[in-house]
């Protein structure tokens, strides 16, 4: 079975007594709805004429109409030879997407930069807004670099686990993983990733804490409700992150317990809501919050560091005064 979007190409092969060679072209979805209702455990693939393929099992059947498989742009994926071990990759995935660039005059940064280097996998993603690095063990103690498109990326772990391992090889033109009877490739962007970790080094801290991950988490769950696109903001006092948001459906106030190194003064920094609640998603465990004198955000945990910048106090809308009756 072949598949591609011509960003993402797949190919998978199953065992099966094969009486008569042919191959057809089916649409997917249609394909998928009809397998997902089939009963029994065995499928028969049959085609009495060229257009129709005829899917049977049990007592039930399904006849589709199809078109010919020469009309399929089918993709040439190659078998690479010289390969690295990568497992992990939802978990890679989950931590990075979230923070790729959504718009097209940003082709690099709708990547994921994924490096190897002794036996180590490091993943960067960035928006223009917010960083997210992320560190794991890995397979292989070669040294080796991709910028892999966050779309595909999604899609490869969609139909993965943590515990598949992918032998990975850069094609020039593609990135190619290869498992058992699956190769899934997806085409490389153009440009070149932004220095992620000179971006996270250049941030020079001056207030510091440390919290629950879930705490936050909860915290800004409900503030989440109440703010609409209203930012959040953030202040660190005695013992305390106390959250903070005047928002589109009413007023939220939520204190965190922390060990609070350094104050920040009391205005504190205003924050996108949802680009950290989506962060806190995700963490978890122990976060160490540092803050430079511009409000710049670094979270740090055993193996992210994510970045994000302030923004501006929002301005508040003065309510129309209420007309007098005459």
Same mark, same amino acid.
């Given at each position: ?6 960003e993402a190409?797949?190919q998978?092969k199953?065992?099966?007594?094969v ?6 072209l ?5 394909l998928?709805?009809?397998l997902?209702?089939?009963p029994?455990?065995?499928i028969t693939?049959s085609?009495d ?16 109409? *199809? ?15 010289d390969?690295?071990?990568?497992s992990g990759?939802?978990s890679l995935?989950?931590?990075t997407?979230?923070?790729? &660039?959504?718009?097209?005059q940003?082709?690099?940064?709708q *990547?994921?930069s994924?490096?190897l280097k002794?036996n ?5 993603? *960035? ?8 560190k794991d063990?890995a397979e ?8 892999l498109p966050g779309?595909s990326?999604?899609?490869l772990?969609?139909?993965?686990s +943590?515990t598949d391992v992918y +032998? ?7 990135v190619?993983?290869?498992?058992e009877?699956?190769v899934?490739?997806?085409k490389?962007m153009?440009?070149?990733?932004i220095d992620?970790?000179a971006l996270?080094k250049?941030?020079?801290?001056? /207030?510091?804490a440390?919290?629950?991950a879930?705490d936050i ?7 989440t409700? &109440?703010?609409g696109?209203q930012p ?7 013992g305390?992150?106390n959250l &903070? *948001? ?7 106030? /939520?204190s965190?317990t &922390?060990?609070v190194?350094v104050?920040?003064p009391?205005?504190?920094f /205003? /924050?996108s ?5 989506k962060l ?8 160490k ?6 409000g710049m955000?670094?979270l740090?945990t ?9 923004m501006?106090k929002?301005?508040?809308?003065e309510?129309?005064?209420l007309k007098q009756?005459?």
């Amino acid at each position: 079975m072949t598949a591609t979007n011509f960003e993402a190409a797949i190919q998978i092969k199953i065992r099966a007594p094969v009486k008569e060679s042919g191959s057809m072209l089916v649409e997917s979805r249609l394909l998928v709805g009809m397998l997902s209702l089939l009963p029994g455990e065995l499928i028969t693939f049959s085609a009495d004429k060229p257009d129709v393929l005829r899917l049977k099992s049990n007592m039930s059947v399904y006849e589709v109409k *199809c078109l010919p498989a020469k009309n399929y742009p089918k993709p040439v994926i190659p078998f690479p030879e010289d390969t690295v071990k990568i497992s992990g990759i939802c978990s890679l995935a989950r931590r990075t997407v979230f923070a790729v &660039a959504k718009e097209e005059q940003k082709p690099a940064l709708q *990547c994921v930069s994924v490096k190897l280097k002794n036996n180590t996998v490091t993943a960067a993603a *960035c928006d223009g807004i917010r960083i997210i690095l992320v560190k794991d063990e890995a397979e292989s103690a070669d040294e080796q670099e991709f910028l892999l498109p966050g779309h595909s990326l999604q899609i490869l772990s969609s139909i993965s686990s +943590d515990t598949d391992v992918y +032998d990975v090889a850069d094609l020039g033109n593609e990135v190619v993983f290869v498992k058992e009877n699956m190769v899934f490739s997806m085409k490389k962007m153009p440009g070149t990733f932004i220095d992620t970790n000179a971006l996270i080094k250049s941030v020079k801290p001056v /207030y510091t804490a440390v919290a629950n991950a879930e705490d936050i988490k909860n915290a800004l769950d409900l503030i989440t409700v &109440a703010s609409g696109s209203q930012p959040v903001n953030l202040i660190l006092s005695n013992g305390q992150i106390n959250l &903070a *948001c005047d928002g589109e459906r009413g007023a939220v106030h /939520y204190s965190v317990t &922390a060990n609070v190194s350094v104050k920040t003064p009391g205005t504190g920094f /205003y /924050y996108s809501t949802a680009k950290l609640n989506k962060l806190f998603q995700i963490i978890d465990g122990k976060v160490k919050l540092e803050l430079d004198s511009r409000g710049m955000l670094l979270l740090k945990t055993k193996n992210e560091v994510y970045l994000q910048a302030p923004m501006a106090k929002p301005v508040v809308k003065e309510k129309p005064a209420l007309k007098q009756a005459a």
